[in-house]
T-cell receptor, first 114, second 111 residues
Framework: DAGVTQSPTHLIKTRGQQVTLRCSPK?????VSWYQQALGQGPQFIFQ???????QRGNFPDRFSGHQFPNYSSELNVNALLLGDSALYLC?????????????FGDGTRLSIL | GIQVEQSPPDLILQEGANSTLRCNFS?????LQWFHQNPWGQLINLFY???GTKQNGRLSATTVATERYSLLYISSSQTTDSGVYFC?????????????FGTGTLLAVQP
């Protein structure tokens, strides 16, 4: 039973470029959330997708966008990259049914902006 | 929104020692999770514990929801326990199960 998988594991980009990160949820999960973790800080919620729609969004600019596919996998897109976007990006999945459910995290994508 | 605070911020232990990490939250919660982030950045689920007490090997956790705090106990610590411990909570009645993380406790276990 595969857990949450993310790709790529590492990525180096330059300012102004665009990046796409990918996430496959744990088997049986239908909800995907994305978090940004800057160095030395706790993860910060970016947004959550359920039924292919953005369900809730944290305090992040419109440069951050996402998508969820019919198979529940998800992408995070960041446009016009800034140096401050360098961080570990974590994907978490959960199951929407049965009330409030715990989230399970992938190993993350480490994004470096030069 | 809900705020989550953790203490202590840093902790150094000798191998074999016991420790208690604390998490305070500012409002009622639907969900409370404890994670261990290892030096490679992997965020590992330890407990899903919105209330009550759970144990898993040398680790146990207790959440007293009415008093808005949770405790993580580590007994007979090992060097592999080193890393950052986060607690994270979901606000009661929120639109989703998004997690609000504390700032973490950095634990170093020395041989």
């Amino acid at each position: 039973d595969a857990g949450v998988t993310q790709s790529p594991t590492h990525l180096i980009k330059t300012r102004g470029q665009q990046v796409t990160l990918r996430c496959s949820p744990k088997s049986g999960h239908d909800t995907v959330s994305w978090y940004q973790q800057a160095l030395g800080q706790g993860p910060q919620f970016i947004f959550q997708y359920y039924e292919e729609e953005e369900r809730q969004r944290g305090n992040f600019p419109d440069r951050f966008s996402g998508h969820q596919f019919p198979n529940y996998s998800s992408e995070l897109n960041v446009n016009a990259l800034l140096l401050g976007d360098s961080a570990l990006y974590l994907c978490a999945s959960s199951w929407a049914g049965g009330g409030n459910q715990p989230q399970h995290f992938g190993d993350g994508t480490r994004l470096s902006i030069l | 929104g809900i705020q989550v605070e953790q203490s202590p911020p840093d902790l150094i232990l000798q191998e074999g020692a016991n420790s208690t990490l604390r998490c305070n939250f500012s409002d009622s919660v639907n969900n409370l999770q404890w994670f261990h982030q290892n030096p490679w950045g992997q965020l590992i689920n330890l407990f899903y514990i919105p209330s009550g007490t759970k144990q898993n090997g040398r680790l146990s956790a207790t959440t007293v929801a009415t008093e808005r705090y949770s405790l993580l106990y580590i007994s007979s610590s090992q060097t592999t326990d080193s890393g950052v411990y986060f607690c994270a909570a979901t606000n009661y009645g929120g639109a989703t199960n998004k997690l609000i993380f504390g700032t973490g406790t950095l634990l170093a276990v020395q041989p």
